[in-house]
């Protein structure tokens, strides 16, 4: 209650310095628009449908994006634990690809798919698979070892030992890599909406600067911050926290 308290006075306190800022500063509108000019363009931005619609085809690609790279993550991960000479050629690769920004990738994602959806989910999962991948292994590899032996001496093998003993021992590293991977993954996705021309927030975002629309920009931006915080702190930070503490890592 406290800390809802403490944000919501910080966040008031922001507002009103934006606000009279603006009021007060010799720069046209359209260059610093106030706060209140701000809402009514993101209000109007709803009631037309402009940002609904948006808000929908940003997070079905970042979704699907994501999915891919959970999948994949985790694969690599599992056998950059399973086998050592993975990790010595593979693992030493994917830890180099990891300091690669998204973006840089982009133009491979041009030449191969076109200036596209397919150049923008291509993104979205470089963006996440990397770093699902290095939290997966370690993951794994912080499976205490007396439950692997327990589980082979009663004979888990195979896909049954994987599922009852290494996932489920993993699960408080693989909701970290989660929550991470979900952030560079929306990052990757609005600067791939950014620089193509597929819809959604990014391209939104490129059309209010190109008329000039900083009310746009701004209420773009907002929308993005607002997304990127209710998943963080509303999905991905109170399931990671559950998590924990069922499994008696913190009180």
């Keep these: 209650m406290i800390t809802a308290l403490r ?3 910080f966040i008031l306190m922001l ?3 934006w606000e009279v800022t ?3 500063s010799t720069l046209p509108d359209f260059m610093f628009p106030s706060f209140l000019q701000v809402m009514n363009t993101l209000w109007d931005g709803i009631m037309n449908g402009q940002l609904i619609i948006a808000v929908a085809q940003s997070l079905g690609r970042l979704v699907t994006g994501f999915l891919i790279a959970i999948v994949i993550g985790v694969l690599l991960g599992y056998w950059i634990w399973r ?6 050629t593979l693992g030493f690769l994917i830890t180099a690809l990891q300091s690669i920004p998204s973006i840089v990738w982009f133009p491979l994602a041009i030449m191969w798919f076109g200036l596209n959806e397919k150049a923008i989910l291509f993104i979205v999962t470089i963006g996440a698979t990397w770093t699902m ?7 794994f590899k912080t499976v205490p070892l007396l439950y692997r032996r327990v589980a082979r001496t009663f004979g888990s093998s195979g896909l049954h030992f994987i599922r009852t003993v290494i996932i489920p021992a993993s699960i408080p590293q693989l909701l970290s890599g989660l929550r991470i991977a979900w952030a560079f993954a929306w990052r990757a996705l609005m600067a791939g909406e950014l620089l193509g021309s597929a819809g959604g927030l990014g391209q939104l975002l490129d059309s209010g600067r190109s ?3 900083m009310d746009v920009v701004i209420s773009v931006m907002l929308i993005i911050g607002l997304v990127g915080t209710v998943m963080d702190h509303i999905v991905f930070l ?3 926290n559950r998590m924990q503490r069922t499994w008696g890592l913190t009180v």
């Design 133 to 139: 991948t290095v939290n997966a292994t370690s993951g």
């Design 211 to 213: 008329l000039g629309q």
């Design 238 to 240: 109170r399931l990671e």
């Design 22 to 24: 603006s009021r007060l």
């Design 15 to 17: 507002i009103t310095i």
């Design 83 to 88: 086998y050592k000479v993975v990790e010595d």
């Design 7 to 9: 944000r919501s006075f």
